[in-house]
Structures are given as structure tokens and as C-alpha cells.
């Protein structure tokens, strides 16, 4: 009996249960001696939101999670560029200067919300249908902390948002040492520890475990890499603090090279979002057999 989103493993039916304490990310149950298995981010990434398949319906979870991963790739390159605008300053015209540089960030800001919200928008639907009567319900953002997905989809939000105002503050070159900590690095930060959040509990839904190696798996080379790419934007906020006496050169250096580690690893894992299937988020070896 193959497990499908309109199916979802109930918990109280469950006979076995995995995942990183204190969440639940996969599940087993018999049904008529077959062993079915619900995974967290395949049944998340296989639900469409249903507001939006009302308003299109031939929106299929494949067509969102292309979306989803089309967006975040188009914010990240404009982080990309950005940053290699400041650190190579050859590879610019010479017309291109800081205020044009922090507009760019700012205008790649934009699609990393736009993606988070689409995809906390399809964790909620996701998490809801596991409740009762969810399926039938509108859902918009939710309030599902207890579901490690929609949890991480949540920060990853809220993290995007920071950024947004990070970014647009940044452009203002009028602001003191105390001014840019206040509307530039604290914003900076606090999303950055968001994200950081955000990127490991995608990892452990993936894993079910604290920390595993899954290297046939395309789903954990995807949660893997853009682990790597939050690590990256907490080394930066944390070299971005000012002090009175200014930011060193050799300190911008580092923050901006941290910043684009950072968004190289959210552009290859969001265009290797584009190749990801529900399916893809199981374990290799994770497949419904039946019991004897």
C-alpha cells in the first residue's frame, strides 16, 4: 500500500517513530500487514497549499517546489553578485559603487521571502493535514511549532524578513557606528542565528537523527549544502559588528567572503531543489514492503 499525502501516518496509529528529540520526523504503521511509512519532508514537499491550488489549479507540488527553488536560486545570485562586486571590484565598472552593491542585496532579499513564504505557506497546508479535519481548512502561515518542517520553514521566514530590513537600512550612507549596529548588524544577526536554526532542523527532518551521512541521498545533499551556506551568513554577521572606531578593511573582507560562501551554497541548493521528487526525501533504503 504506497503512502500518499491524502494518506498521512496518524501518530496514535504509528508503531514505530524516529527523529532528532523533540521532534518526529518519520513514522511506521500496518496497515492490512503492509509496512507504510510517512517521511516529514516528503509529505511536506508533496502538498500543494490548498488557497493556492483554489487559485490555480494546475499547480501540482512539483510546479511549487519549482518555484520555491527557481526564487531562492534568483536571491542568492543577486547575493553572489554582490559580494564579488565587493571583494573583486575589477569584475564591476568602476561606476558600480557600495550603494549599488547594497541595492542589489537588498533587491535579492526580495525572492529569499517571496521562496521562504511560498514554503512555510505549503509546510502549514502540510502540518494541517495531519490534524483532524485539517485537509478541509484554508491555511495560511499556521502555528504548528511542535512540526520540525513548518519550524523550520517558520525561522527561515522570519530570518528572510530581517534580511529584508538589514539590507534596505544598509543603503543609507548617512548612519554612525551605533546606528549600523542597531538597523544593519542586529537585523543581520538575529536573522543569521534564524537561519542557522532553520538549516540544521531541515537537516535533522531529513536525517532523523542528529547528525547522519547520506551520501546517495540527493534530498541530504540539498539540507547538507544549505547548512553550510547558514554557517556561512553567521561567520559574516558575526565579522559585520561595528565598533566606534569603524569596521576594518581586512573585517568587511572577511564578512563579505563569508557572505559568499553563504550564497553559493543556497544557489547549488536551491537549483538542486529543482531536480528534488517527494519521493527523493526518503532514505535510500526507505521503502513500503510488506511484513510476513
Not at 52 to 65: D, Q
Not at 78 to 94: H, I, K, N, T, Y
Request: charged share 10%.
Amino acid at each position: 500500500m504506497p503512502l500518499t499525502n491524502d494518506n498521512p501516518v496518524e501518530p496514535q496509529s504509528a508503531v514505530e517513530a524516529s527523529g532528532a528529540w523533540p521532534f518526529v520526523s518519520r513514522r511506521v504503521r500496518l496497515i492490512e500487514g503492509t509496512r507504510q511509512v510517512w517521511n516529514s519532508r516528503q509529505h511536506r514537499k508533496g502538498t500543494v497549499p490548498r488557497a493556492l491550488s483554489r487559485v490555480a489549479g494546475i499547480f501540482s507540488a512539483e510546479h511549487l517546489n519549482a518555484w520555491i527553488g527557481t526564487v531562492f536560486a534568483i536571491g542568492a545570485a543577486c547575493f553572489v553578485v554582490a559580494s564579488c562586486g565587493s571583494l573583486f571590484p575589477w569584475m564591476v565598472e568602476g561606476s558600480v559603487v557600495g550603494e549599488h552593491l547594497n541595492a542589489i542585496y537588498f533587491a535579492g532579499s526580495i525572492p529569499f521571502t517571496t521562496a521562504a513564504g511560498l514554503q512555510l505557506f505549503q509546510a502549514a497546508s502540510a502540518s494541517a493535514r495531519l490534524a483532524p479535519l485539517g485537509r478541509d481548512r484554508l491555511i495560511g502561515f499556521g502555528w504548528y511549532p511542535r512540526d520540525i518542517g513548518w519550524l523550520s520553514c517558520a525561522l527561515q521566514f522570519v530570518g528572510t524578513v530581517l534580511f529584508n530590513f538589514n539590507t534596505l537600512d544598509a543603503m543609507s550612507p548617512s548612519l554612525n557606528w551605533l546606528q549600523q549596529d542597531l538597523v544593519v548588524w542586529a537585523p543581520d544577526w538575529v536573522g543569521s542565528v534564524l537561519f542557522l536554526a532553520s538549516g540544521y532542523l531541515a537537516f535533522i527532518e531529513t536525517c532523523h537523527a542528529h547528525w547522519a551521512f547520506q551520501p546517495r541521498s540527493l534530498t541530504w545533499w540539498i539540507v547538507w549544502i544549505n547548512l553550510l551556506g547558514c554557517v556561512g551568513f553567521m561567520i559574516s554577521a558575526c565579522f559585520a559588528f561595528v565598533l566606534p572606531s569603524g569596521l576594518s578593511e581586512r573585517a568587511i573582507t572577511v564578512s563579505t567572503a563569508w557572505t559568499l560562501q553563504g550564497a553559493v551554497c543556497f544557489l547549488i541548493g536551491a537549483l538542486l531543489t529543482l531536480f528534488e521528487s517527494p519521493d527523493s526525501a526518503k532514505e535510500p533504503q526507505e521503502t513500503a514492503t510488506e511484513l510476513v
